[in-house]
């Protein structure tokens, strides 16, 4: 049995931010979980996944972020309690259908995780789910600590169901990642049978068909939908996740949310600031409930608002302050705009504590400047001094090395469009600088299939774009459907390592058993791509020749959307890891080292973290302890000094 499942109430764990929102589903009684793969929300639908069968719930990856909150809404229309989620940029791929659904309303309660990476630690930006919350008009909670993570995810399908409509759940980086210990409710095994009533009239919330809108009938949908919003706002007045902590007068206020109440807290802690400072810590940060953002802001002459990223919350606050003005006096605020937090990147207690030390004068030197240079020494000596790189025995290293040297040869001034993902390093010297576009998924794709109808204004090069398996499914599909019927003459490299390897190798339709690993049927893309119209090659990557001969045939012709799949699983999956392709040596006798000519080829240009530069024998050596036996570098060495042996 899973500790997620754990029956006993009041039973302590210690439990990820993440897995707390899992439990806060379970013991609201969920039925269906669907999401897309991006850090930081994966572990959510992974842990749903290893109980499932347990708690009779179904959960999937779902192609895209779109099509997951479809699957959710579904559930919910059939009057099921359901979960989507995903990271950040997901939302924008949702938004889609997510402004339609808020104006359809739902009926099952329904919540949409999004989990926001502040400082991008594993993302290319870092947009804000927050502003979707006000754009599409749902409410939006935010959890202030591990336990309430759970606890709000609870009480999130009750008010989702008390209005009618999806409610949106953020989580940050440091929430969803982070650790602390919950008291467990009462487990809920559901046993709702699904049921979808439609023949009811037109826009009855209950049992009518669920549409979002028709021509001329707005006011039967979107008023509604404000009354929502109103409703959501009175409920907030008395939602005990919002917390007030300090003094009575407090010298300064601080209104902060999710992961900075922590920040906050832990903050004034180390100033002991406690009798000076007060926290109102906010669950429900849009709609704000006025007249609590009342009581409190009439405690302070100052306040700072403490937020992750952009001034969303400050903002809210400064238009309902303009409201209450005449009751409430004169007010100084600072946060993003007065400049005492950055607008950009992850808080921490540092921040927040060189705000406070400034609007109170409190005087505080966080370490002294030798301790700080100490540190600064130490870790100059004992870290790995390694930059953003493919993992040793990384299929994409060799394509992006047959890629970028193809191009070189054609001498055209190709070029390659690319998408995010692990080939992100396709951007880097890692992958060679082969990238020259880089946006959402499957922008590559679309921009190249763009690209290729220049050549009526002179454009002759040759445009190349990649993408990886999960991401085809994903996004890419229609980009090269448009690329076929335009007949744009791009060449689509397809990275196949048989999973989305970024997030931790979940499965997605190419693969051959879904997430809660049932026997599922593997979409082709190969058969597709032909389907599509596309003439379409595959090959090793490993294999550097063939894959530049299948590389230059399809550059070369003019016309039509070309797509080389280049397979090779990658080397973290569960059927390369642990096992080796070759026995990896160097012989250091043919090994000229810089003498050689190649200036280093195997370890300052290729780069794989499994050959490293001996400076005491002025060769090369393998790291044994990581190299993956791929073999890739013994065909890169022009000395043939990389020797690949059999594994005994």
């Known amino acids: 049995m899973s500790y997620l499942t754990d029956t006993r109430e009041g039973a302590v764990h210690l439990l990820m931010g993440n897995e707390a929102i899992v439990r806060g589903a379970l013991e609201a009684g969920i039925r269906v979980a669907a999401g897309y793969p991006g850090t930081p929300s994966s572990e959510i639908i992974e842990s749903f996944s290893k109980v499932a069968e347990q708690q009779d719930l179904y959960a999937e990856w779902s192609t895209n972020e779109k099509v997951a909150l479809e699957v959710s809404a579904a559930a919910s229309f059939a009057g099921l309690r359901t979960m989507c989620v995903m990271k950040q940029n997901g939302v924008n791929v949702a938004s889609d259908f997510l402004l339609h659904l808020a104006s359809s309303g739902t009926r099952g309660g329904m919540v949409l995780v999004a989990c926001d990476d502040p400082g991008a630690l594993s993302s290319v930006n870092e947009g804000e789910s927050r502003i979707f919350a006000r754009l599409v008009e749902i409410p939006l909670l935010e959890p202030g600590d591990f336990q309430e993570a759970k606890d709000l995810t609870r009480w999130a399908f009750e008010l989702s169901e008390e209005l009618g409509n999806v409610v949106l759940l953020r989580s940050v980086t440091r929430m969803s990642h982070a650790s602390g210990n919950v008291t467990y409710g009462p487990l809920v095994r559901a046993t709702t049978q699904a049921r979808f009533r439609y023949d009811g009239p037109l826009f009855d919330p209950e049992c009518g068909p669920v549409i979002s809108m028709i021509v001329g009938a707005s006011k039967l949908q979107h008023e509604p939908q404000q009354e929502k919003i109103r409703k959501a706002a009175l409920i907030f007045e008395d939602c005990p996740f919002n917390t007030y902590t300090g003094p009575e007068k407090p010298e300064l206020l601080v209104i902060t949310s999710s992961a900075c109440n922590l920040y906050s807290r832990e903050a004034i802690n180390i100033l002991q600031a406690g009798e000076r400072v007060g926290i109102l810590k906010l669950a429900t940060t849009w709609p704000l409930p006025p007249k609590l953002m009342q009581k409190y802001l009439s405690t302070a002459d100052r306040i700072l608002i403490v937020e992750e990223v952009l001034p969303v919350l400050e903002e809210q606050i400064k238009i309902l302050y303009a409201e209450m003005v005449s009751e409430l006096g004169a007010k100084t605020f600072f946060g993003k705009n007065s400049g005492h937090l950055p607008s950009t990147g992850e808080l921490n207690p540092d921040f927040v504590i060189t705000a406070i030390s400034s609007i109170l004068d409190i005087s505080y030197s966080p370490v002294s400047q030798s301790f700080a240079g100490q540190a600064r020494e130490l870790a100059s000596i004992s870290a790995a001094n390694r930059g953003l790189t493919f993992c040793p025995g990384c299929p994409h290293r060799a394509s992006f090395w047959t890629i970028h040297n193809a191009l070189e040869l054609d001498g055209r001034n190709g070029f390659v469009c690319g998408d995010i993902g692990c080939y992100v390093m396709g951007t880097l010297p890692s992958g060679f600088s082969t990238v020259k576009t880089l946006h959402s998924m499957g922008s590559g794709t679309g921009i190249a299939s763009g690209f290729g109808k220049l050549k009526q204004f ?191």
């Open 458 to 648: 002179g454009m002759d090069q040759p445009v190349i774009s990649v993408c990886g398996d999960s991401t085809f499914f994903h996004a890419a599909m229609p980009a090269l459907a448009n690329a076929v019927h335009q007949r744009s003459p791009l060449t689509m490299v397809i990275l196949d390592n048989s999973g989305t390897a970024m997030t931790g190798f979940q499965p997605h339709p190419g693969s051959s058993e879904n997430v809660l690993g049932e026997d599922a049927p593997a979409l082709d893309i190969e058969a597709i791509c032909r389907a599509m119209g596309a003439r379409v090659e595959i090959e090793d990557p490993f294999d550097l020749e063939a894959t530049r001969a299948a590389f230059h045939r399809l550059i070369e012709l003019e016309e039509g959307a070309k797509v080389l799949i280049l397979k090779q699983p990658c080397a973290l999956s569960p059927e390369r890891r642990y096992t080796k392709g070759f026995e990896m040596s160097i012989d250091e006798e043919v090994c000229l080292g810089e003498n050689c000519g190649c200036n280093r080829l195997c370890t300052r240009i290729f780069g794989c973290p499994g050959i490293i530069w001996d400076d005491k024998k002025g060769v090369s050596r393998i790291d044994e302890l990581i190299c993956v036996g791929c073999g890739v570098c013994a065909d890169i060495c022009p000395a043939g000094a990389i020797r690949k042996g059999e594994v005994s």
